[in-house]
């Protein structure tokens, strides 16, 4: 299975760190975040990892070089503009392959995340090894989280293991999921596109599937959480 981690966003509201510095590559714990991606997925076996970048792109590319550092192979997939999650798949298409696919936000603190269980995320064949008609397979697997204090109202609801626009219990996706590449085939290959009405569209034809995570997750999307993050631990525990 191949990787693709999401790292062309400009990271607006992380500035004035992201205007010297790609968010993916901010520090948590003395570790770009970029990397804790990179560790994780080489350790379940997973090595073969596309990047999109956009915003201070090269710095990525210098720092991460060939991936060879972390027993990896990275290639990359530069955007000059950002063009969202479903436009950077777009353009890398050709660098994933044709078989379902891993991706990954990047500005995800995600530090246990045990990517082994997304090998098997997405099957052609029934538990008893019978062939799942093409049209009943799901083209998506998303993992979802708790709700956090910045997302209340959650982004979909999980029926058993199916996704779900409406509904209760909602929970928030992770920004991270396994996807089959036909998922894309409406999006040009430089076309600007976000990924959430691609999944709405295709989680209400009830062929999305997903599941819940329950371990340290945190979308570092402001200066305050990576602050909070990077806090000593005493200070972390009294918050």
Known sequence: MKAMIFAAGRGERMRPLTDTCPKPLLKVRGRPLIVWHILNLV???ITD???NHAHLGQMIEDTLGDGAQFGA???YSAEGTALET???IAKARHLLGDAPFLAVAADIYCPYFDFEQAR???QDNDVWGNPIPAEQRDIAWLYLVKNPAHNLKGDFALNSFSIANEGEPRYTFSGIGVYRPEMFDRVAPGQ????APILRDYAA?????GEVFRGDWTDVGTVERLAQLNAPLTERIRK
């Open 49 to 51: 990892i596309v990047i």
């Open 205 to 209: 034809r009830g062929i999305v599937g």
């Open 86 to 88: 479903a436009g950077g």
């Open 73 to 75: 192979g990275i290639a």
């Open 120 to 122: 098997t995320a997405l």
């Open 192 to 195: 600007s596109a976000p990924i």
């Open 43 to 45: 350790r379940a076996g």
